[in-house]
């Protein structure tokens, strides 16, 4: 082993690697914007009272929650472009980032849409009907009664999702995007392929520490809104 | 536009990797379901020494992308088995291993982790007073985990081990970084000669949606059978 | 009156988070074109100029790679470079990339050329355009122990039953290997498709993880030989036996014979310049050129 490993690598990567935390946040960030109004809009048309719309949205949440994020990823990448270029639509001047994005909002929307629908569920009926006694209109009584509630019942479930498409994200490298993942590749075959381990090492930590700060940040938050859902209960 | 031909012919191929994936889903699963269900206990039981270590471990296979611990493991770890080996003097060339010991290695490792996370919260789910009055009958704690607890237990923590068996099949996607002969593997070399690798993922997406869907089916229908302890004993 | 204050708290809270995610947005869209690639080939906006995208792997070095600071570089990418300013009507932009998407993109015409070492195929004439002259020589052959030095050739390595390093399947190596297997189905080499990025042939076959990888003498030069080589503690240990010496090819989308051939007279300048010897001892160590007529294909 001490012929290979080199501690100095894993040292001298963080810093070269560091910088492209700014592309993984990003990449988080818009695909979970994207994949929250997916999620919202489908998780309605789960819960609506018209049989198509149920239909529809269990067929798409089935089909994303069957394929792995690197065939959505190449599907998207390969696919969309194949399909428009029927149309006499080019899309090469498009970046790379863009098919990223539509694979992972799509991802993190069926994770939302499963939180957004169970923990809709989770709340009581009765608490609409109390709402309405009260002389609350019906968006009053979602804003201030129903949508609190389901919030903390969904956090552990947002947490998940939040952090599985950071974890998944890594996955662009694979059509030749640089983020976090991509960069170390490079840094690699800058070393000629040697040292590997050193920098996926350092790799590992940084994704490591993102998600650990992912999950003091919702721990503070479910702190904050557990509080409120006492008050709301007694 | 697309080759269909080569699309059917590809499904085929793809279909040829089921019983790899079957194979390292099932071995890890296998090795994973009692050492998670120990650890489980292990954290559970607050012996802070166990408890740390191992929620370090569940917290780094949380906090990393599935492809980054493919990565590490699979440069280190034979590396890392014939030091072992040495040191326990075995007159074993690990080197003439089969490659799918890495997958199972590598995919065991997660699971246990995400495994072990499924258990315990199931655990504290159904934990404390079931085993005192399992005691007040005059169970054992064997009788009273075989007899009690885990029917209860695989009740509570059923959809989750349904999830994780279908992420992990989708996770043996990435068994291509390790030469595993899987389904996406084959599929994408077999459209290496013309490039045709939209059709290749697209018929990886079928197999992969067929696989998951049996799967799930049947985790459904064994559900509604373990259901019976729920109301048996509640 | 608690739960009023709450959940203005909460109301607080949404309100910044639904903005901070809508400015997300908006910003992201600079953020990320900003740091996307771009390695245009030089600066002048001359509007006439024909664009063409070069499309590089960029994890290959040191044939085609993206340098510390980003930048296109390698033995391929130069003598585009220098293409380039023979051929002043066009305007070159290169586009890193994978070797999956480089050969896809070319096929559909994402990129109008590409380079990544790309060797010579029957299968690939069906697909891209190759110009009529080459565009440099990669000396290719086995990283060996010590031991197994005197195996000078794939019949040798087959026979002998070693095991060999996985390759990944769009690399030409994988197809030269195949072929060979083809020709010779009594005595194949054990041949095992993988990923470019988690192997890494010389410590495997160091360790004995498999006996022996098929690997470019630059690369070798440069990781093993050199002084300041990453594994130079292994030059005692291993060996790079060549078995052939293949020509190398820039690659071409089928609609673009005209580009083709003004790119061929372009490299036939460069040849009779030398400029293309001086970039394979600066990039491979070695005038390859030199043994240009043991090249077979």
Same mark, same amino acid.
């Given at each position: 082993?001490?012929?290979?490993f ?30 929250? %109004? ?14 198509v719309?149920?239909? &529809? ?6 089909a ?13 990448? #390969? ?6 270029s ?10 790379k ?34 709402? #309405?006694? &009260? $002389? ?5 009584? #979602?804003?201030? %009664?129903?949508?609190p ?13 939040? &952090?599985?498409?950071?974890?998944? $994200?890594?996955?662009?490298y ?12 490079? %840094? ?10 050193e920098?996926y ?19 503070r ?14 | ?44 039981d ?48 690990i ?28 655990l504290?789910?159904v ?5 005192e ?15 009690i ?43 290496? =000669? ?8 697209? =018929? ?21 059978k ?9 | ?173 994988y ?65 790079y ?5 293949i020509k ?18 372009a ?31």
């Amino acid at each position: 082993m001490e012929k290979y490993f080199d501690v100095a690598y894993i040292v001298t990567s963080i810093p070269l690697l560091l910088p492209y935390i700014e592309i993984t946040f990003w990449i988080t960030v818009i695909a979970a914007f994207w994949g929250t %109004i997916l999620g919202l809009l489908f998780a309605v048309a789960k819960l609506s009272p018209y049989q198509v719309l149920q239909k &529809i949205a269990a067929a798409y949440t089935t089909a994303l929650r069957c394929t792995p994020s690197i065939v959505l990823l190449f599907m998207s990448y #390969y696919g969309i472009p194949l399909v428009l270029s029927i149309f006499n639509i080019s899309l090469d001047a498009v970046d790379k980032s863009v098919f990223v994005l539509i694979a992972f909002s799509l991802q993190f929307s069926n994770n939302m849409c499963e939180a957004f629908r169970t923990a809709y569920e989770a709340v009581d009926p009765g608490q609409m009907e109390a709402a #309405y006694t &009260i $002389g609350l209109t019906q968006l009053q009584a #979602y804003w201030h %009664i129903v949508f609190p509630q389901a919030l903390v019942v969904a956090l552990p479930n947002i947490e998940n999702a939040l &952090i599985s498409l950071i974890k998944e $994200g890594a996955l662009a490298y694979t059509i030749g995007l640089i983020d976090l993942t991509g960069k170390a590749n490079l %840094i690699i075959a800058g070393n000629y392929n040697s040292h590997a381990l050193e920098v996926y090492l350092s790799l590992a930590f940084i994704y490591w520490m993102i998600s650990l700060g992912v999950q003091k940040v919702f721990y503070r938050i479910a702190h904050i809104f557990s509080k409120g859902k006492r008050l709301l209960l007694s | 536009m697309l080759d269909y031909e080569f699309l059917l012919d590809d499904f085929f191929i793809a279909l040829s990797g089921v019983p790899i994936t079957l194979l390292v889903t099932l071995i890890s699963l296998g090795v994973s379901i009692p050492v998670g269900f120990i650890f489980a206990i292990f954290r559970l039981d607050k012996s802070r020494f166990w408890n740390k270590i191992i929620g370090v471990y569940v917290s780094f296979v949380r906090g990393t992308p599935m492809i980054v611990q493919i990565f590490i493991v699979y440069s280190s770890i034979p590396v890392l088995l014939k030091s072992f080996f040495v040191l326990l003097q075995w007159d074993t060339d690990i080197y003439k291993l089969n490659p799918i010991w890495y997958a199972f290695i590598v995919f065991s490792l997660n699971s246990i982790a995400i495994l072990s996370e499924i258990f315990r919260s199931a655990l504290i789910a159904v934990h404390r007073e079931q085993l005192e009055a399992a005691y007040s009958v005059g169970l054992s704690t064997f009788q009273a985990y075989r007899e009690i607890i885990i029917p209860q237990l695989l009740v509570v923590a059923m959809p989750n081990l349904c999830n994780a068996t279908t992420n992990l099949i989708k996770a043996t996607s990435l068994g291509y970084a390790m030469s595993l002969q899987e389904i996406t593997l084959r599929a994408k070399v077999a459209a290496n =000669a013309n490039y045709n690798y939209v059709e290749a993922y697209i =018929a990886i997406f079928l197999v992969y949606l067929l696989l998951c869907s049996l799967v799930e089916y049947g985790f459904k229908h064994y559900e509604k059978k373990l259901r019976f302890y729920k109301f048996g004993t509640a | 009156m608690k739960v009023k204050s709450v959940l203005k708290v909460w109301k607080k809270v949404i309100g910044f988070m639904v903005l901070g995610i809508f400015m997300a947005g908006i910003v992201a869209g600079c953020g990320l074109s900003k740091t996307a690639d771009s390695g245009s080939a030089d600066g002048s906006s001359n509007k006439e100029k024909i664009k063409i995208k070069v499309a590089y792997d960029q994890s290959s070095k040191p044939i085609t790679y993206k340098d510390e600071n980003g930048n296109a570089t390698g033995y391929d990418v130069e003598v585009m470079k220098l293409v380039n300013q023979l051929l002043p009507q066009y305007e070159f932009e290169f586009i890193g990339t994978t070797s999956d998407d480089l050969l896809l993109g070319l096929a559909q015409g994402k990129y109008q050329v590409g380079v990544k070492n790309v060797f010579w195929t029957e299968e690939r004439t069906k697909k891209f355009l190759y110009p009529k002259e080459f565009q440099g020589l990669s000396s290719t052959g086995l990283v060996l122990k010590k031991e197994h030095a005197n195996i000078k050739s794939l019949a040798d390595f087959a026979a002998a039953g070693l095991t060999l390093a996985p390759i990944a399947a769009n690399n030409a190596q994988y197809t030269i290997i195949d072929e060979y297997n083809k020709a010779n189905p009594n005595n194949p080499v054990k041949l095992q498709a993988g990923d470019s990025f988690t192997v890494d042939v010389e410590q495997w076959v160091n360790e004995g993880r498999v006996d022996g990888g098929v690997e470019l003498e630059g690369r070798f030069k440069n990781l093993v030989l050199s002084e300041s080589g990453p594994y130079h503690n292994l030059a005692n240990d291993l060996v790079y036996n060549e078995f052939t010496v293949i020509k190398t090819w820039a690659l071409f989308n089928k609609n673009e014979q005209k580009f083709a051939d003004d790119y061929d007279t372009a490299i036939k300048q460069l040849k009779a310049d030398k400029k293309l010897n001086e970039l394979s001892k600066k990039f491979y160590g070695r005038d390859l050129f030199e043994v240009l007529d043991t090249a077979n294909r």
